[in-house]
């Protein structure tokens, strides 16, 4: 009797057992595909939200579109030179100190072009000085040889430039040499004095380049 009991008890457990087993993987796969489901419809809000957040960050692209770029240029120091791009190019911003202006005039006779007659600059900017302020001189920084990036050279007479060097900017590929106002010496492979880029004040501390408005400030 003890044997049927446990034989029955067997049999009838067996269907019990397996029909519990069967709910089991109905209910993983319910919870399987919701998840999934969830995954793919997550991935889609966020493959949809993608171009709108996107464009609330336009700056990049309209910047290598040729938009104007705003520089605050208060905190550099007096002959220090900052780097911004523009339209894909690099474009110096030199705070130039005193002595350095005053040198300008000292370089004319060993520069190919001292008055900035070839049109390399607005025409605000066609001054000893090549800029809107004396002290501070914006260019694109990229040799009118190859388009190589010449080098900043501040210190005076170094000895591979040479006892009269005043400063400047020479290019280590071709031997190019430019003084602090970006106007070109002679005898170099550049044919002319560096770019100067459309640029206004939006304040004293502000610039913009890229956009020079109806006239300089």
Known sequence: MRGRTDEKRGKGDAPVMATA??????????????????????????????????????????KAAGAPVEIDIAKIEPGQKIDIEWR???????????????????????????NSNVPQQPAYCKNEHRSIKDAMFVAVGICTHLGCSPTYRPELAPADLGADWLGG???PC?????????????????????????HKYLSDSKILVGDDGKSAT
Do not use: Y
């Open 169 to 171: 900017f020479f290019c």
């Open 88 to 114: 894909g190019k690099v474009v110096w911003l030199i705070n130039r100190t005193k002595a350095m202006v005053e040198s300008l005039p000292k370089q004319d006779a060993r520069l190919a072009d001292p």
């Open 21 to 62: 087993t069967e709910a089991d993987v109905d209910s993983g796969k319910r919870r399987f595909l919701l998840g999934a489901t969830s995954v793919v419809g997550g991935i889609g809000v966020v493959a949809a939200a993608t171009p709108f957040v996107m464009s609330l960050f336009p700056s990049e692209r309209a």
């Open 174 to 198: 071709h031997q190019s040499k430019f003084d602090l106002a970006g106007r070109v010496f002679r005898g170099v492979p550049a044919p002319t004095n560096l770019v100067i880029p459309p």
